[in-house]
């Protein structure tokens, strides 16, 4: 089955702590992404990668890292969480960049 | 301005009704238009994908684009109580524009009351 997995979740964390969510694909897509979706903002793209190792800034980059060091996976990264950062992400894969997307389950993220 | 703009709603209407969601946007780049459904506690899946302008029909739904007004829509059909979800409407241009990034709506929340 086709599918992009995200973990974990849910994660509730306190400031400052660095965490990683991991997300994976067995589709084979060259393109990868990740989105936070905030209420009256929609989704929004933090970071994107176009290939292995080969990654760049989207619209609300600030606060993140990502690696793409094999094409399945592509974690985020936030060395030192701020409350603002509180929010629900997706990882996100396609083909190309303007192609149908397949999303993850989500990941609801507080930071306290 | 936001370079697409989508009514949150919420949106309710009684199971059968025709439904219409729309978007605008303001960017004439855009070539690739885009309805995701996404349910509540899950990631958005693509519903339908048009190019350029026109309709396209697929079942119940039925997407519509006009360029020339920078407007598309998404028609539901005999909606059912299962069609309850929020829309997100996404459009990218082409390679050839630079701009193949897709940019999302806010979504549209909509309810079919039984």
């Known amino acids: 089955e086709a599918q992009v997995t995200q973990n974990p979740r849910y994660l509730i964390t306190v400031t400052g702590k660095k965490l990683t969510v991991t997300c994976s694909q067995n589709m084979n897509h060259e393109y990868m992404s990740w989105y936070r979706q905030d209420p009256g903002l929609g989704l929004r793209q933090i970071y994107y990668s176009m290939n292995v190792e080969v990654t760049d800034k989207g619209d609300v980059p600030e606060g993140y890292k990502v690696s793409r060091k094999e094409k399945r996976n592509f974690p985020l990264i936030l060395e030192s969480p701020s409350p603002n950062q509180t929010s629900l992400y997706f990882c996100?894969?396609?083909?190309?960049?303007?192609?149908?997307?397949?999303f993850g389950q989500g990941t609801r993220l507080t930071v306290v | 301005q936001k370079e697409v703009e989508q009514d949150p709603g919420p949106l309710s209407v009684p199971e059968g009704a025709i439904v219409s969601l729309n978007c605008t946007y303001s960017?004439?780049?855009?070539?690739?238009f885009m309805w995701y459904r996404q349910y509540s506690r899950k990631g958005p899946e693509l519903l339908m994908y048009?190019?350029?302008?026109g309709n396209k029909e697929d079942g119940r739904f039925t997407a519509q684009v006009d360029k020339s007004s920078k407007y598309i829509s998404l028609f539901i059909r005999d909606s059912q109580p299962s069609d309850s979800a929020t829309y997100l409407c996404?459009?990218?241009?082409?390679?050839?524009?630079?701009?193949?990034?897709?940019?999302f709506g806010t979504g549209t929340r909509l309810t079919i009351i039984p």
């Open positions: 996404a459009m990218s241009g082409g390679s050839n524009f630079g701009n193949e990034k897709l940019t």
């Open positions: 996100a894969s396609s083909l190309r960049e303007n192609t149908e997307a397949f």
């Open positions: 960017n004439s780049a855009f070539q690739y």
């Open positions: 048009t190019y350029s302008s």
